[in-house]
Each structure stands twice: as structure tokens, then as C-alpha cells.
């Protein structure tokens, strides 16, 4: 926003230099008078004929009433353009900088749901690669999502409390060693149906309809084989009734 309206200042003071040199009486001065239009205006004076002088005075005479002068102004001009080079430059190393980060490794140290699912009684979380762990996150915020009364973040360390508390308990009946002791069979194994009504999570209408293909993923398949055979012969026979083809 800033630099749009610098931007402006500057092209008024050109446009200021256009009216006098085309024999029109001189415009209004801006009211204040940014440094920047009488950086532009001193820049271009330089390169025109110096009997273009009326704007010039009165330039002067508007910063001599605000006890400063045209030197002044440009300078409080240049000292503001050296701030802003300074400043891009620090945000063009910033972001150099963040490019270098292994931000997949920050997002573990600061996440509390990675913190919690590190309690794995089974003891495997920890030791997974980062895409499995990712995926477990991510089963994580799937099941907090539906959760609309409370926040996100809120909610997900809910659903990975709930989901080592689940672990722990399948831990304590049958030993760290069975497969339920460890997070990943509640959050993304057979474990999660019971994890699901366990944080009162209800799947949206597509995630329903997966599941239902998923579950019955023979079926599915056949079916819609079934139905896109179907369609190809009944388009074929209303072609070739179209065309005049005899009947059987």
C-alpha cells in the first residue's frame, strides 16, 4: 500500500512537469507534500529546461512553510528508498533461510500430537519413517475434523490421547507385543471402528459411500462393469435403430 501510493506521488510529479511543458498553468500541489514528488520533480527539472521554474517555487515555498527545504526532502527520500533495499534484502535471506530448514522435523518437535503419539506402548511409533508417521497425523486430523464445537488443535490432541489411551489398555490385557497395543490399529487398522465411536466421530457422506465401496469391493467392481457394459450395448442397438438397422 505503501509503495502504490509513493508510486502516485512520483507520476504526479510528472504529470505536474507534462502540464507545464504543454503551456498549462501549474497544478496543485499535493496536500502533504510526499518527498518522493519532489525527489521525482528535482530528478526530472535536471532534465528539462530550467525556466521551467513556477512548480519549483512553489515546491519551495511549500516546504519553506513546513521550515524544510527541497534538499531536505530528497534526502529524507533517498534515506527512505536505502531502508527499503535493506529491508528487501533481509526478507529475500529470511526466506533463503527458511528454504534451508527441514521443516518436517520442526513440525514434529513443536506438534503436541506427535509428542502424544510417541507414547506408543507398543514402542513401534518412534522408530517409523516420517511418511508413516505423517499418515498417522493425518488419520489423527481426519478424526478430529468432525469435531466442529471444539478447535482443531484442541481436538486432535483429544483424538491422540484417546488413541494411546485405546493402546494402552489392549497393552495391558494382552501385552505390548499384540498388534491393538500399538496406535497405528486404532488410528488406520481394524482398531479404528472402535476408536471412531470412542471420540464420537461420524464420517461425511463421501467418506460413507468409500467405505461402503471398500467393504463390498467385489461387488462394486462387477457392478460396474456390469453397468457400463450394459450402457455400451444399449447405446450400440439405439445407434443401430437410428440408422435404420433391421430388427432380430
Not at 481436538?155 to 494402552?168: D, I, P, Y
Request: aromatic residues 6%; positive net charge; charged residues 25%.
Amino acid at each position: 500500500m505503501a509503495r502504490a501510493w509513493l508510486r502516485a506521488a512520483r507520476l504526479a510529479a510528472d504529470a505536474a512537469l507534462a502540464r507545464l511543458e504543454s503551456g498549462g498553468l501549474p497544478s496543485p500541489l499535493p496536500d502533504p507534500l510526499p518527498s518522493a514528488f519532489v525527489a521525482q520533480l528535482r530528478q526530472r527539472m535536471r532534465e528539462h529546461d530550467p525556466r521551467i521554474s513556477p512548480l519549483a517555487a512553489a515546491v519551495e515555498a511549500a516546504l519553506a512553510a513546513r521550515a524544510t527545504t527541497p534538499e531536505d526532502a530528497v534526502r529524507a527520500e533517498n534515506q527512505r528508498q536505502a531502508t527499503d533495499q535493506v529491508s528487501t534484502g533481509n526478507t529475500v535471506t529470511s526466506l533463503r533461510f527458511c528454504s534451508t530448514l527441514d521443516w518436517s522435523r520442526f513440525v514434529e518437535q513443536v506438534s503436541p500430537v506427535e509428542e502424544i503419539l510417541r507414547r506408543d506402548p507398543a514402542g513401534v511409533y518412534p522408530r517409523m519413517d516420517f511418511a508413516s508417521r505423517d499418515r498417522y497425523r493425518h488419520a489423527v486430523e481426519d478424526l478430529a475434523g468432525a469435531d466442529q464445537k471444539t478447535d482443531a488443535g484442541e481436538a486432535q490432541v483429544r483424538v491422540a490421547l484417546r488413541t494411546v489411551e485405546s493402546a494402552r489398555r489392549a497393552a495391558e490385557r494382552s501385552g505390548t507385543g499384540d498388534k491393538a497395543a500399538h496406535v497405528g490399529h486404532h488410528l488406520i487398522g481394524p482398531g479404528r471402528r472402535g476408536l471412531e465411536i470412542d471420540v464420537a466421530y461420524r464420517p461425511r457422506l463421501g467418506g460413507r459411500l468409500r467405505r461402503l465401496a471398500f467393504a463390498h469391493a467385489t461387488a462394486a467392481y462387477l457392478g460396474g462393469i456390469a453397468l457400463l457394459t450394459g450402457a455400451g450395448v444399449l447405446g450400440a442397438y439405439a445407434y443401430a435403430g437410428a440408422a435404420g438397422a433391421a430388427g432380430p
